[in-house]
């Protein structure tokens, strides 16, 4: 069995979910390796995912494991059995793998959510205001490392599922270039938020009842919401959260944060007056 090197985000939560499945059924590694006569270090590779896994071993383990839901356990069978050489394979050992595995997650997405406090999310951003963004990393990139975060950006752009965004007015008015980086991204939101599968909400500053302030993050939908994924940026990369516990929490923080903006409509009007102030 050849193990690999350097699993995607995809691969990892496969074996996450392999795991969580043995668990529940009060089963050990050794255990679970006996029911299926494999090794014990075989189901460890697995769920690690250091080594793949066929459609009918994950079929036996799942029964195995005493899981009836057989629409999770298709799902499964499809992460375990796609083969797809997506478009971010070709920055593979350019960029860091946190940016792989984001454009592997949002490719398999069945929607996306996201809430942007201080920055316009990058889905939605202008090709300057992207440069400003990662002009002002610490430590500094190089001019090629930009132009390269720059082009995978644009590359992640041409999704079609739909997509939600709450933007504060925080993010509107901070000024990550100059003036006409601002203009013309505000101008990008109002023609993007004409797209039939684009929707853009604002949370103005005086609003009532706004909670979340802090709570910028990606959600991604997947084929079941039990394989949803949060995406967190921190200071030292990107988290991804897929416990069933933290997904119900960031989708009652999403609803929150949606209930205390602005319609598309109210939006649209409010960035357009933005934009005239500028």
Request: charge should be positive.
């Amino acid at each position: 069995m050849v193990k690999r090197r350097d699993p995607t985000a995809r691969q990892m939560r496969l074996g996450t979910e392999l795991r969580r499945l043995r668990e529940a059924a009060g089963l050990n590694a050794r255990q679970a390796a006996a029911l299926l006569g494999v090794a014990p270090a075989q189901i460890t590779h697995i769920e690690s995912a250091l080594a793949g896994v066929s459609e009918q071993r994950v079929r036996r383990m799942a029964s195995h494991y005493g899981c009836a839901d057989s629409d999770f356990v298709d799902a499964l069978v499809a992460m375990a059995t796609d083969r797809t050489r997506g478009w971010w394979e070709e920055y593979r050992g350019l960029l860091p793998t946190p940016f792989l595995d984001l454009s592997e997650l949002e490719h398999h997405a069945t929607f996306l959510r996201h809430v942007a406090i201080l920055y316009v999310p990058g889905l939605l951003q202008t090709e300057n205001y992207a440069r400003a963004v990662f002009s002002s990393r610490i430590p500094a990139l190089t001019d090629e490392e930009i132009e390269l975060r720059i082009r995978h950006r644009k590359a992640r752009q041409q999704f079609t599922v739909p997509y939600e965004a709450v933007i504060h007015e925080a993010a509107l008015r901070i000024r990550v270039g100059d003036r006409s980086t601002s203009r013309d991204q505000l101008a990008r939101l109002l023609e993007l938020s004409e797209a039939a599968h684009i929707t853009i909400r604002v949370v103005p500053f005086d609003i009532d009842n706004f909670a979340g302030a802090a709570s910028t993050m990606t959600y991604v939908g997947g084929p079941l919401p039990r394989l949803d994924t949060v995406v967190r940026d921190q200071l030292h990369g990107s988290v991804f959260i897929d416990s069933e516990a933290q997904l119900a929490t960031y989708r009652e923080g999403f609803r929150r944060v949606k209930g205390a903006s602005l319609d598309p409509d109210r939006s649209r009007a409010f960035i357009h007056r933005l934009t005239k102030e500028l």
